[in-house]
C-alpha cells in the first residue's frame, strides 16, 4: 500500500484527479487542512467523476494531527526545490508521499527538516514545476512501479481491438 499525502491542497480539480489516481491504485489519500475548497464542490467531485467512492479520503486538521493520528515515519516529501531526484530513492510498502500546496508547495521548516527524504521531479530550470496532479501521479507510479504493482499488475482494462 501507498499512502498519497496532500498538504493544504487549494485547487479542486488537482484534488480530484489525485483521487482518482488513488482509486486506480488503490492508495489511500490523506487531506490536510485548510483546504482551498469544499470536498462536495463540484470542480472535485467532477474531477474525480464516479471515482470517490473507491478511495479511502482522511482528514486531518493540521501536520501535527497527520503526524499524530498515522505515526508515519517513511515519508517522502515532493518540491520543485527539493535536493533528490524522485526515481533514485527506493520506495517501501505502506510509505507516504507528501505534497504540498500549489501556490507554496511545502512548509519550508518541514523540508529542512526531512532534506534527505525531500525529492523532486526533473525538468528544465524554465518551467516553475509540473501540475500537482501531474507530479503525484508520476511519483505514485514509480513507487508502485519499483514494489512489482502490488494487487495492480494484472488488472485494468484490456482493449479487446489489440
Same mark, same amino acid.
Given at each position: ?76 516529501? @515532493? %518540491? /520543485?526545490? &527539493? ?8 520506495? *517501501?510498502? $505502506? ?36 501540475? @500537482? %496532479? /501531474?507530479? &503525484? ?8 512501479? *519499483?514494489? $512489482? ?14
Amino acid at each position: 500500500m501507498l499512502h498519497i499525502v496532500l498538504h493544504e491542497p487549494e485547487i479542486p480539480a488537482n484534488t480530484g484527479n489525485i483521487a482518482r489516481t488513488c482509486a486506480a491504485t488503490g492508495s489511500p489519500l490523506h487531506l490536510i487542512r485548510p483546504l482551498g475548497f469544499d470536498l462536495s464542490e463540484k470542480a472535485a467531485r467532477r474531477a474525480g467523476l464516479d471515482y470517490w467512492h473507491l478511495v479511502d479520503v482522511h482528514l486531518y486538521d493540521d501536520l501535527d494531527d497527520f503526524f499524530r493520528k498515522t505515526g508515519a515515519e517513511d515519508i517522502w516529501l @515532493l %518540491s /520543485s526545490y &527539493a535536493p533528490n531526484c524522485y526515481a533514485d530513492v527506493s520506495y *517501501q510498502p $505502506g510509505c507516504y508521499l507528501m505534497f504540498g500546496k500549489e501556490t507554496k508547495g511545502l512548509p519550508q521548516e518541514l523540508l529542512d527538516r526531512h532534506r534527505d527524504r525531500a525529492l523532486r521531479l526533473p525538468m528544465r530550470s524554465e518551467a516553475r514545476c509540473l501540475n @500537482l %496532479s /501531474s507530479a &503525484a501521479t508520476a511519483v505514485c507510479y514509480e513507487a508502485l512501479r *519499483q514494489m $512489482g504493482f502490488p494487487n495492480l499488475k494484472h488488472a485494468g482494462r484490456m482493449s479487446e481491438t489489440l
